[in-house]
């Protein structure tokens, strides 16, 4: 059961640093930053503290680079507007999470980011849903990706004695995996 829930988590965090979105409508959106001629798509990825905890828990920088996430960046601080470029949101469904995800969106004339791709961490509650739904303008323009991953879960401190013990439990339990 143990390796299960902990492969799941990571298979599910793989799945959100590798999400690639479909590609824009001809119309609308300029085009996304590339990397040289033809080369991949760059993102940002925008966290939450929770967020932050199960990145860092299960990837690496170089991985994240490598799937196309030039930045990893917190919500609830203060970022440079970047309208080229798509966001995977990371957050919890927490009301500050959700209001920072709407500040991103709110002057049509300045967006933080190109399109959001939104994750979030466990069931969004009504009030969350509310919340987003009383900016149905920015959700319809903006929000191309909304789902919930239900992966609000870390081990705490002190039942492992490693921040990186997640990760290094996953490894060995693939690595036992491969050997059955």
Aim: aromatic share 8%; proline share 6%; net charge positive.
């Amino acid at each position: 059961m143990y390796f299960f829930i902990l492969h799941e988590t990571l298979e599910i965090m793989n799945e959100v640093v590798k999400y690639k979105p479909p590609p824009p409508k001809k119309h609308g959106a300029p085009l996304a930053v590339k990397n040289g001629a033809g080369g991949m798509e760059w993102r940002v990825l925008v966290v939450d503290k929770l967020g932050m905890r199960m990145v860092s828990a299960c990837t690496k920088m170089h991985e994240i680079s490598a799937e196309g996430i030039t930045l990893v960046e917190d919500i609830n601080k203060k970022r440079e507007p970047l309208p080229t470029m798509d966001a995977i949101y990371l957050i919890t469904p927490s009301d500050d999470s959700v209001r920072a995800l709407i500040r991103d969106f709110e002057n049509p004339a300045r967006p933080m980011y190109r399109f959001a791709h939104v994750f979030f961490t466990e069931a969004i509650p009504t009030r969350a849903l509310d919340m987003l739904k009383a900016h149905k303008g920015i959700c319809r323009r903006y929000v191309r990706t909304c789902k919930e991953i239900n992966i609000a879960f870390l081990a705490s401190e002190s039942q492992f004695a490693r921040r990186n013990c997640l990760t290094i439990c996953v490894n060995r339990a693939l690595q036992e995996r491969s050997k059955l």
